[in-house]
């Protein structure tokens, strides 16, 4: 069921009956959330005139991704988003209402929960996908503190080469660019969290995270926040979903490369 390999010069893990590639994602301790010196970073982007609106909104809410603390994580494995080619390998019949490319991002929305119910994978938790986002960075990308740009979008994975430049340090690419769901139910703040990766469960709407590719071409309303590993949501229509799975145990995976 699972094949270990060497996709675009690095180690993964195949889910052979899907094709779905995994990438391995050490464990780790991160500080979690949007820190003081990431708002200092924005307040600097609104000060070089790169920002296209008022940005007070912004620090207004940015009690939504704090209080900043330190999380453990242990070592699991994710994926880039299921794109359409491989959602149909559990929904033959499905249908995406914002692509007809099959290596594009799938964004299910009644489907969702079929597809959930079908999948043997996980949903990262919150804690899970930022520690995957941010590759071991406290900058606000993985790619520093200027404002990142529709080029470090990325929604539809046929050209490998692209793929593979867009990665970060653990092999993951398009952190961002989907509206992607987590485990985690929606609650705005941080405040008595786990200390762990552990997803907060409950009633109500999941969380989501990233998004700055389904407001692609952007209309200069600072999508770019999107793109920042600490940004979150509460789940409103369609999804993006990016696997996850625990190490498989040694033995399982036949190397080929």
Not at 57 to 76: D, L, N, Q
Not at 225 to 231: E, R, T
Request: proline residues 9%.
């Amino acid at each position: 069921m699972w094949a270990e390999e060497i996709v675009a010069g690095r180690p993964a893990w195949r889910h052979t009956p899907s094709g779905v590639v995994f990438r391995a994602v050490p464990g780790g301790t991160f500080r979690m959330g949007l820190s003081d010196a990431e708002l200092d970073a924005v307040r600097a982007i609104e000060r070089a005139g790169e920002a296209e609106d008022d940005l007070e909104p912004f620090f207004t809410g940015a009690v939504r991704y704090r209080p900043v603390r330190e999380v453990k994580v242990e070592p699991f494995l994710i994926a880039h988003p299921l794109t359409v080619a491989q959602a149909r390998h559990w929904l033959p019949e499905y249908e995406d209402s914002f692509t007809e490319s099959p290596s594009a991002t799938a964004r299910l929305e009644d489907d969702l929960d079929d597809l959930l119910e079908t999948w043997p994978f996980q949903l990262p938790s919150e804690a899970q996908w930022e520690y995957a986002a941010r590759a071991g960075t406290t900058t606000l990308t993985f790619l520093g503190d200027g404002r990142p740009g529709e080029d470090q979008v990325l929604d539809d994975f046929a050209d490998e080469e692209r793929t593979a430049a867009a990665e970060n340090a653990f092999g993951l690419a398009a952190m961002g660019s989907a509206n992607e769901i987590c485990a985690d139910v929606w609650i705005p703040h941080y405040e008595d969290a786990p200390a762990d990766a552990r997803p907060r469960t409950g009633d109500g709407p999941r969380t989501v995270r990233g998004g700055a590719a389904d407001l692609s071409p952007w209309q200069g309303c600072d999508e770019w926040f999107l793109l920042l590993p600490a940004i979150r949501d509460e789940q409103h229509d369609f999804t993006a979903v990016r696997p996850t799975v625990p190490v498989p145990p040694a033995g399982q995976g036949q190397a080929e490369h």
